[in-house]
């Protein structure tokens, strides 16, 4: 079973950063793809960022430029830097991680972490 674990949330005034992590523990045989999504009260959960193993990143239109994925491989780890937050950018953010374990595919979530952009 592959665990994740993610921190980095807080409470921040708008135009400021904070930086998610999101570690994986278990036994792993390979990583495809780490992602972040966000959810906001009353609205779907939405894609974020994604860093595929090779490198590749995609980001939803509203956090480009401002928002930087990237990962961490010898430890399991995606992280997400948040720079120039904006009261829209409140939500609970969560990490999906999917990838290989033993023989087996899985797509493991974190337990979200709490983003509060306001003055």
């Known amino acids: 079973q592959v665990h994740l674990v993610e921190s980095g949330g807080g409470l921040v005034q708008p135009g400021g950063s904070l930086r998610l992590s999101c570690a994986a523990s278990g036994i792993i045989s390979s990583i495809y793809v780490m992602g972040w999504y966000r959810q906001a009260p009353g609205k779907q959960r939405e894609l974020v960022a994604t860093?595929?193993?090779?490198?590749?990143?995609k980001y939803v239109d509203s956090v480009k430029g401002r928002f930087t994925i990237s990962r961490e491989n010898v430890k399991n780890t995606v992280y997400l830097q948040m720079n120039s937050l904006k009261p829209e950018d409140t939500a609970v953010y969560l990490c999906?991680?999917?990838?290989?374990?033993?023989?087996?595919?899985?797509?493991?979530w974190g337990q979200g972490t709490q983003v509060t952009v306001s003055s």
């Open positions: 860093i595929a193993s090779g490198g590749l990143t």
């Open positions: 999906n991680i999917q990838g290989v374990a033993f023989t087996s595919s899985f797509s493991s």
